[in-house]
């Protein structure tokens, strides 16, 4: 064992956090085996590393304070009532889960399907998770669908053809979601009509709401606010990524607190098509 480091020793020799070794292991930035479940540095290999890169690697960059990815309502009411003081950039699933890579925020709200159309959200991030102290914790399942007027002929989804509908911004789940329901229905792309892009839910249902459109990829509980018909078409998997360290710090904890308040689950019940029964529930844990 002599030819080993352990964690704290590696920290005190590069005088960082035993937390920034635990992220350059979990990045294979650094030289480490592991063994029984314990992480061990080769002292040689170390003292070559530091000589070669640990001038440049040992102190990479923190993960901002922000919270990407998708829009969710709920969530977004959240974050503001909740207090917890993290702003966000929601600007869709597939754009804020790249971010969330590049080490742009401390979690990301996703909602796509995997490619065998039977789960949510684990295969987008399972392979990222092998090698980053991330964890993927559920949010709320959602009923999505089409939204449109209630007098409106359109009833399945092969009835979308011709008419006007709105589209969600590049890098969003939703309409990655409907792009792949179309295909499922046998739908051309170009035989969609799209009047307009939007960056949010509310947008989404505003449009059709407004007469600009005939018809969103939307979500119930839009439709029951503003009266507007709903053809059900999947519950999905509202999750989150979030970094592991930043989730045990004071900004999420005080978000996740929040959820087991008596305004949040009165709030919860504004929203119809959403089930919370898994919220906080951890679905994938990475790194190590």
């Not at 092998?130 to 964890?135: A, E, G, L």
Request: net charge negative; with cysteine.
């Amino acid at each position: 064992m002599s030819e080993f480091l352990t964690t704290k020793e590696v920290a005190n020799l590069l005088r960082l956090k035993q937390r920034k070794v635990y992220d350059l292991a979990a990045r294979n930035m650094i030289p480490y085996v592991k063994a029984t479940g314990k992480l061990l540095f080769p002292k040689t290999e170390i003292n070559q590393w530091i000589q070669h890169k640990g001038a440049s690697l040992a102190a990479p960059s923190p993960r901002p304070s922000v919270i990407l990815g998708s829009h969710d309502p709920l969530f977004e009411w959240t974050v503001t009532a909740s207090g917890c003081g993290l702003p966000t950039f929601l600007n869709g699933s597939l754009d804020g889960f790249m971010r969330f890579k590049n080490h742009e925020g401390i979690a990301c709200g996703i909602h796509t399907q995997n490619p065998d159309l039977r789960d949510w959200n684990t295969a987008l991030v399972e392979s990222y998770l092998t090698q980053s102290p991330s964890i993927l914790i559920h949010w709320a399942k959602r009923d999505r669908g089409l939204v449109t007027r209630e007098r409106s002929d359109i009833s399945h989804m092969e009835d979308v053809i011709g008419k006007r509908l709105v589209a969600r911004q590049s890098g969003s789940g939703a309409q990655e979601l409907l792009e792949k329901q179309l295909d499922v229905a046998g739908i051309a792309i170009d035989s969609v009509n799209y009047v307009r892009t939007v960056q949010t839910e509310t947008e989404a249902v505003l449009s059709v709401l407004e007469g600009e459109a005939e018809s969103c990829f939307g979500l119930r509980c839009f439709a029951d606010r503003y009266n507007l018909k709903f053809i059900p078409v999947c519950e999905e998997y509202f999750d989150l990524v979030i970094d592991r360290h930043a989730y045990f710090e004071e900004g999420l904890q005080k978000l996740f607190e929040f959820t087991k308040s008596d305004r949040f689950v009165a709030e919860v019940g504004r929203y119809g098509g959403y089930d919370i029964s898994g919220l906080g529930e951890l679905r994938m844990n990475g790194g190590i």
